[in-house]
């Protein structure tokens, strides 16, 4: 009997077998990629705010400290957004008839809140805390970068559950005197492996990698 | 007609074998119901599943095709959510950020609920302006830090959606405006009569402000009248505290310092004013500690098995008729020359057995009577109290709490009189609904028309808003300035958490459109009575609506009001006093020592010492009483009460008609635990010409010949949860026989419906060690045998060595916070105050009747209540409660099943449970040796309904289809304590973190804390000799764990 199939139909077999693994493998990493991409993680993504408000400029340019905006983040698990009253403090003396600015004087006059676009966004089953972070050596900018750097802000860090890990798991790797927590343009030494170890022991570090730490 | 024949033969047959059974039981020593109890085949069935048969299959109607239609799209689009990205969301700030509030810090703040009219205070904890969890409030009298099971549930009522939304005008939506010109014609028509067609009809009255609004109100409208009427009402004590002492005084009691306690039908422990004190502190008597049982003795003489029976000592089942030749006989027992008594045995001796051991603890014992019994009981009560010398003691009395004190009864028959005789030309209804609940001897319903204007006020529209012309939607207690008097008298202020949703208004408020100030705030009221308290500046008289403005203009704030023009040094003074006074009443919930005072009173002869005219009634006795969870009926509307298992009975969504073992089997009912639920006859009870039908249900400990039934259900006009469900027992309930009726007729319809039941539902399964006596789920001895031994308890069961494990414990050293729980059976009475904490505090969702009675109920705690001894022999019986939430085993068999790790340990011995991990397996609860995962099979969540988000604890996720979830020892609760003492360098000190079922308990039975610190309490609670686990022979190493009962009974009474 002679052959049904050609000699050279072996050649596609063996494609499309290989092929097959080799696009069920694609798929995967492609999957893999774009679970991580930006596309998903909205990391480096700027986003429109209701007021074109410059971290940069407050934050960098005339130094204004984190906290003078985000009270909370030392004794809540929220950093605080500002009421407009914060803004007003400020600006109800100076650059009080900049057109666009005139979002937050309608805020004040009217009582209605800014509706301020969410950067930060971890997903509803996911808690964070804030002030055991920087109570605890954490600085700002470890998470949230060069803010004082950003006109608008995007997202640094890809706040994915790999990402929280790799300092929960080493925490002597991010870890700052208590005292630079707030300072934004620190910069971590030559020897942090080294100075991590000790601030980790002297500030009894025990960073938890339990479910029930973030999730509940 | 021959298969029915059939069917009653086989029925009978089957109800003689069930009868055999229970006659020869030789079942376990302890048992949830009469199926357990008889091991019948169906139970057999039940209990050795996971989850009822059929639990997890599709069995709605929508057959497969109707399944694959929905699904198609569905199962099309599941893979691709993994892809999706996180919609986008906003942050919404403050404009003025409020003071001292911390975004992300809950606030407490002090206020109170009302219970019957009397305030309980309560801490309402409140998220950036949202309330969403209430908490006792540790420094008011009657909570101490505890709450009840309608307190807890409140919350829920203040989101309802179904509350009503408008004032409405014969259907129409009005204006405030347009009521307050109506009121106003209203009192130009009746101001020149003096108000001699105007009537108010309110429940209980205990607010300061709000009752000398209305005498201030009659003042100028000398002709009015104000009625009050309430179906549950303290009327009886009332009367009997006439008849005892020529006026009427209030009671209560100093449960702490009682060694003896005799109850005549009065559940303190359920609820009612100062019930949750009384609990905390019978309890607090009951904890046995170390190795003597020193302990006091609860008798209980009662026909309906209430809590406080079901933890009695020694609990005398019998008709509510004849508690009282009962108590005249413990009267007669401690030397009182009543006549009367009873003479047939058992009760005879009983009663002088009760009257020995009461004799003997002069000033330390106590009688207490119930709402449910006729005055002259109330009356021996009193003086067999002071006849023991327990008056000042045990007893304390005091001037009425309730503002106007007046019999409830006589003042609706008094308002349908006027009625009728067309006297009444405008009726204001403040927060009643009598055309349901009035008897219907007295013709409410048919009189109400008579009245030419009738305006309604309530939190939803009702039986009775529909048939008035006008309904006000009414603020809830959370969204009100107002105060209100505790048990003791003690004035709570009550502060609004949020403004009202519905635009609702408080009773002050709506009346407040009669006077020439319509626009005076609850909370000008309030400041502006208790200035003039405070002060001594009397206010100027009430104006009202037309009347000349007054002098002072009215100021909104009612600050300008005391102020006059010129300033007076005295006046200011005492304006400083009082706002001082405010600040620190606001901050603290409660008036200080605002409580009455104790009067001193003596007992009076009267009739009630001669024996009462015998009763000419045979058949059955009906017994009334409010439904634990529903109360009245106005809670019918709360799906959180409404599928709370009632504590003994353990029915959901519905009432029944209750019957004791022999009565049931006499009329041939039949209950019958299956997959799809309880199975039951249907009977119909008639009382002369009325009658209803509901269904029957056993409940052993049920005084024989008498059936009860819970008020509060067959609302037709409730709201979406409410109406419709269960039958209406109201129209049974004559005046002349409000809590007992005799001469009742009951009869099998033949008509067989399914109850929601739980009782039966995650039973622990005993059987396989029974044998070898070595399994006891539910360890309980008495004190006698105890004193004797105390290790009794602990050598019931079990305990393999640590070392015998695969694991190496250097894996697992849990040498930080080790958390334990551990629960006191002992001063737990079953009240499900924490399984309604709990629904609260961790966003439970409701899944309805068809859920329930497939055992599909999401409780992360359940109260399994037991009973031991012979059904046949009510007074033999004890019933015991038993709380069951997850164990968090060390070595957890939930753990190791899970494929894709979403229960693991964590360092602390938690066993976490992570949502977004779970996919549904269910291998866990099928592994898990306790039954107390509870798996989401639909979307039971509204993630809809606006309100009802707000209601939700921001603290704990909520849970989607397809999530299994379980108690998690409130690890939210655990998170803020471990991040508050990490910021301030401290460690966690022990009782920081309570859950919320700990909490919420008035017993103060169940304790948390970290077991590695042998200072803890519940270190403590762990070494004590009563300490046990549930099936530590599985070397699961539960942590939460049980303190066993025991029972005081006296040595004179044998009991079988």
Not at chain 2, 787 to 796: A, F, G, S, T
Not at chain 2, 923 to 935: E, L, W
Not at chain 2, 1001 to 1016: E, L
Request: net charge neutral; glycine share 8%.
């Amino acid at each position: 009997m002679s052959q049904i199939f050609h000699h050279s139909t072996n050649v596609l077999a063996r494609v499309t077998l290989f092929g097959a693994i080799f696009a069920a493998g694609g798929g995967v990493w492609a999957l893999y990629g774009l679970a991580r991409s930006s596309w998903v993680t909205q990391q480096h993504v700027q986003r429109d705010q209701p007021i074109p408000f410059s971290h940069q400029h407050h934050a960098g340019g005339m130094g204004v400290d984190c906290r003078y905006c985000h009270t909370a983040v030392e004794s809540s698990a929220k950093a605080g957004i500002p009421p407009t009253k914060t803004c007003m403090n400020c600006h109800s003396q100076i650059w009080s008839d900049s057109p666009t600015l005139e979002p937050v004087r309608a805020s004040f006059r009217n009582d209605t809140a800014i509706e301020w676009v969410r950067v930060h966004d971890l997903p509803d089953f996911v808690y964070f805390n804030h002030s055991v972070h920087v109570n605890n050596g954490f600085g700002c900018s470890t998470c949230h970068g060069r803010i004082d750097q950003m006109p608008l802000v995007h997202q640094q860090s890809s706040l994915l559950m790999e990402w929280c890990l790799e300092c929960h798991r080493a925490p002597e790797r991010f870890v700052r005197p208590k005292s630079e927590v707030f300072n934004i343009a620190y910069e971590a030494p030559a020897d942090q492996l080294e100075m991590g170890r000790r601030l980790v022991s002297e500030y009894q570090l025990k960073p938890r990698t339990s479910c029930s730490t973030c999730h509940r | 007609m021959s298969d029915a024949i059939d069917r009653t033969t086989r029925l009978r047959a089957e109800a003689a074998r069930l009868r055999e059974r229970l006659e020869a039981t030789s079942g376990p020593q302890y048992w949830k119901s009469l199926n357990e109890l008889a091991r019948t085949p169906e139970f057999e069935a039940f209990v050795n599943r996971e989850f009822p048969e059929g639990a997890s299959e599709w069995q709605d109607p929508a057959g497969r095709r109707d399944f694959m239609r929905v699904m198609s799209a569905s199962l099309a689009l599941a893979g691709l959510t993994a892809c999706t990205k996180q919609p986008e969301e906003k942050i919404v700030p403050y404009v003025k950020q409020p003071e001292g509030l911390v975004p992300g810090r809950p606030l407490l703040f002090a206020s109170a609920v009302l219970d019957r009219g009397y305030a309980r205070g309560v801490l309402v904890e409140s998220h950036e302006g949202r309330p969403t969890k209430l908490e006792g409030n540790p420094e008011h009298p009657d909570s101490l830090g505890a709450s009840d099971v309608l307190g807890q549930a409140e919350i829920l009522n203040l989101y309802d959606p179904d509350r009503s939304q408008a004032i409405l005008n014969l259907g129409e939506i009005r204006t405030w405006g347009a009521f307050v010109a109506a009121m106003k014609a209203v009192v130009e028509v009746q101001a020149p009569l003096g108000g001699a067609g105007l009537r108010i009809l309110t429940e209980t009255v205990t607010s300061p402000a709000l009752a000398q609004q209305i005498e201030d109100l009659l003042r100028a409208l000398p002709q009015a009248k104000w009625h009050q009427f309430a179906p549950v009402s303290a009327d009886n004590a009332r009367a009997g505290a006439v008849l005892a002492f020529g006026e009427p005084v209030e009671t209560y009691y100093r449960f702490e310092r009682a060694d003896v306690v005799l109850s005549l039908e009065a559940d303190f422990a359920s609820s009612g004013p100062g019930s949750v004190r009384y609990l905390r502190e019978f309890a607090k008597r009951r904890k046995v500690s170390g190795e003597r049982a020193e302990m006091n003795r609860l008798y209980v003489a009662e026909s309906s098995p209430s809590l406080a029976g079901s933890v009695a000592d020694h609990r005398f089942p019998m008709p509510s008729s004849a508690v009282e030749a009962f108590a005249r006989a413990v009267a007669a027992g401690v030397g009182l020359a009543v006549e009367g008594v009873v003479a047939s045995r058992p009760h005879s001796s009983w009663a002088a057995a009760v009257a020995r051991d009461l004799a003997a603890h002069p000033g330390a014992s106590l009688v207490i009577a119930g709402e449910s019994q006729p005055p002259a009981v109330h009356a021996l009560a009193h003086a067999v109290n002071e006849k023991l010398g327990n008056l000042g003691r045990t007893v304390v009395h005091t001037a009425p709490v309730a503002a106007r004190s007046v019999d409830h009864l006589e003042s609706l028959a008094e308002l349908v009189k006027d009625l009728k005789e067309g006297k009444v030309s405008a009726l204001f209804i403040l927060g009643a609904n009598p055309v349901h609940t009035a008897p219907p001897d007295l013709g409410f319903a048919d009189a109400i028309d008579r009245a030419a204007l009738r305006i309604h006020s309530g939190l939803h529209e009702d039986e009775t808003s529909e048939r008035c012309h006008w309904h006000v939607p009414a603020a809830h207690a959370l969204e009100s300035w107002g105060d209100a008097r505790a048990y003791d008298g003690t004035v709570t202020l009550q502060q609004p958490l949020i403004a009202p949703l519905y635009g609702g208004r408080t009773t002050g408020e709506v009346l407040g459109a009669l006077t020439a100030r319509p626009d005076r705030t609850a909370h000008d009221l309030v400041r502006e009575y208790w200035r003039a308290r405070v002060t001594g500046v009397v206010p100027p008289p009430l104006q009202l609506a037309g009347a000349p403005a007054p002098a002072a203009p009215a100021s909104p704030a009612g600050r300008a009001q005391a102020t006059p023009a010129t300033p007076d040094p005295a006046v200011a003074a005492a304006n400083a006093r009082f706002e001082t006074l405010w600040r620190r009443a606001l901050h603290d919930g409660v008036i200080a020592d605002t409580a009455l005072p104790e009067k001193t009173l003596s007992v009076r002869p009267g009739d009630w010492t001669k024996a009462p005219a015998a009763r000419a009634a045979s058949g059955i006795e009906i017994v009334f009483r409010p439904d634990p969870n529903v109360f009245d009926g106005r809670f019918v509307n709360n799906g959180w009460l409404q599928e709370l298992p009632r504590p003994l009975t353990k029915i959901t969504w519905e009432n029944a008609v209750l019957m004791g073992p022999a009565t049931a089997a006499r009329l041939g009912v039949r209950t019958e635990e299956t997959a799809r639920g309880s199975w039951t006859d249907t009977v119909e009870v008639a009382l002369g010409e009325a009658r209803v039908k509901g269904p029957a249900f056993v409940l052993p400990g049920h005084a024989e010949d008498c059936v009860t039934l819970h008020l509060g259900y067959g609302r037709r006009r409730a709201g979406r949860v409410g109406s419709g469900i269960g039958f209406d027992a109201y129209p049974l309930r004559r005046s002349d026989a409000l809590w007992f009726a005799g001469g009742a007729t009951l009869a099998k319809t033949g008509e067989r419906v399914k109850l929601a039941c739980t009782q039966d539902h995650w039973t622990i399964e005993a059987e396989a060690d029974r044998a070898a006596s070595k399994r006891h789920i539910l360890r309980a001895t008495t004190a006698q045998r105890y004193n004797e031994h105390p290790e009794v308890l602990k050598e019931m069961g079990e305990e393999p060595p640590r070392s015998l494990t695969l694991y190496r414990d250097e894996e697992h050293p849990y040498n930080g916070n080790a958390w334990g729980l551990a629960i006191d059976m002992n001063a737990c009475v079953g009240c499900n105050a924490c399984v309604v904490a709990c629904v609260s505090e961790n966003n439970i969702p409701v899944v309805g009747k068809e859920q329930v009675s497939r055992g599909r109920e999401m409780h992360w705690i359940r109260v399994d209540r037991y009973y031991s001894g012979d059904p046949g022999q009510p007074e033999s019986l004890e019933t015991h409660h038993q709380p069951v939430m997850c164990m968090h085993c060390e070595n957890a068999p939930c753990e190791v099943v899970c494929p894709v790790a979403a229960t693991t340990h964590n360092e602390e011995g938690l066993n976490d449970m992570v949502y977004n991990r779970c996919v549904g397996t269910r291998y866990c609860s099928n592994n898990c040796p306790y039954k107390v995962r509870r798996f989401n099979f639909f979307l039971y969540q509204d993630w809809t309904t606006p309100s009802l988000k707000l209601m939700r604890n921001p603290e704990v996720s909520v849970r989607s289809r397809g999530v299994m979830e379980k108690c998690t020892y409130c690890v939210q609760r655990i998170t803020r304590a471990r991040i508050d003492a990490r910021s301030e360098n401290r460690p966690v000190k022990d009782g920081e973190i309570q859950t919320a079922c700990q909490q919420a308990c008035p017993a103060g039975a169940i304790v948390f804390g970290d077991v590695n610190d042998p200072t803890s309490r519940i270190a403590k609670q762990r070494s004590e000799p009563r300490h046990y686990g549930l099936l530590t022979e599985l070397n699961t190493r539960p942590r939460t764990t049980y303190l066993g009962a025991v029972r005081n009974p006296n040595p004179e009474i044998a009991n079988g």
